[in-house]
């Protein structure tokens, strides 16, 4: 199990910038691909972006293609989601998640561990 702590989300105006991360403690970090997820009110949590072990391959929804990056620092224990060109649909709680088999899959059932979420506001 791996324990994950989300930091970095605020309230910032369309267009702007934002980069969370989600710093991972217990079982080794660089075991595990990680991923990103939302969910804003009164809809279903959805993948936003996701990450290899390694870092090297890295997918994203199509609704955040071209603008947001996710990255890993594994020495470091961290994944990062870098948010350009926010809109105001991109209002959320931003959830990071973790699995063991490194399947890089974009259903939340693929992934065993969960932080708590930050919250992201974008104003028009």
């Known amino acids: 199990q791996v324990q994950l702590v989300e930091s970095g989300g605020g309230l910032v105006q369309a267009g702007g910038s934002l980069r969370l991360s989600c710093a991972a403690s217990g079982r080794t970090f660089s075991s595990y691909a990680m991923a990103w997820f939302r969910q804003a009110p009164g809809k279903e949590r959805e993948f936003v972006a996701a990450i290899n072990r390694s870092g090297v391959s890295a997918y994203y929804a199509d609704s955040v293609k071209g603008r947001f990056t996710i990255s890993r620092d594994n020495a470091k224990n961290t994944v990062y989601l870098q948010m350009n060109s926010l809109k105001p649909e991109d209002t959320a709680v931003y959830y990071c998640?973790?699995?063991?088999?490194?399947?890089?899959?974009?259903?939340?059932?693929?992934?065993?561990?969960w932080g708590q979420g930050t919250q992201v506001t974008v104003s028009s």
């Open positions: 998640a973790a699995d063991l088999f490194n399947r890089v899959a974009t259903e939340v059932r693929y992934y065993g561990d």
